[in-house]
């Protein structure tokens, strides 16, 4: 687990860091990332819709922090190797301290063998600091249906 959470925040570092250099706004360095932290959801099961399969299970969200973003990560995985299915996520999120709520979506296809991951990045100013509580919503959809998942929630700590 600790092994993801460093894999993580290195990706983050590396991908913010070859884009600020990209677009020349900022010199950034290592230390300007927070280490990644897991955090559970709970009630997060659903169907496939490939119907004979995993059942849809993201269970955890992994938050990083870097220049000024916040970053989410929902993963979740799939046994149809080459097929897979499109999920369309939505992410409601509430700081608890500010009182300040919004919503963060994402598409993405999961192809096994890999694990699909909704990506979600917001300011952290705009997020605010504190504990954030997010429900994660998702429809999953296959070429010849879609499902929708159950809701699931959680708290993550934005620091």
């Not at 925040?9 to 300007?32: E, K």
């Not at 939505?90 to 694990?115: A, C, E, F, M």
């Not at 605010?128 to 879609?146: D, H, K, P, Q, Y």
């Amino acid at each position: 687990m600790a092994r993801t959470r460093s894999r993580f925040a290195s990706v983050v570092v590396a991908v913010a860091i070859a884009a600020a250099g990209t677009l020349g706004l900022a010199t950034a360095t290592a230390a300007d990332a927070a280490a990644a932290t897991e955090h559970r959801l709970t009630q997060c099961i659903g169907l496939s819709p490939n119907i004979v399969d995993i059942p849809f299970l993201p269970n955890r969200a992994i938050v990083a922090q870097y220049a000024g973003k916040t970053y989410i990560a929902v993963d979740f995985t799939s046994y149809w190797i080459g097929v897979g299915y499109r999920s369309d996520a939505r992410l409601d999120w509430h700081n608890l301290r500010t009182g300040k709520h919004g919503v963060l979506r994402s598409t993405t296809h999961i192809s096994p063998p890999y694990q699909g991951v909704h990506n979600f990045v917001i300011d952290t100013a705009a997020i605010g600091r504190g504990n954030v509580a997010i429900t994660l919503g998702a429809t999953n959809s296959n070429a010849l249906w879609s499902i929708p998942a159950i809701s699931c929630s959680g708290t993550i700590v934005v620091r």
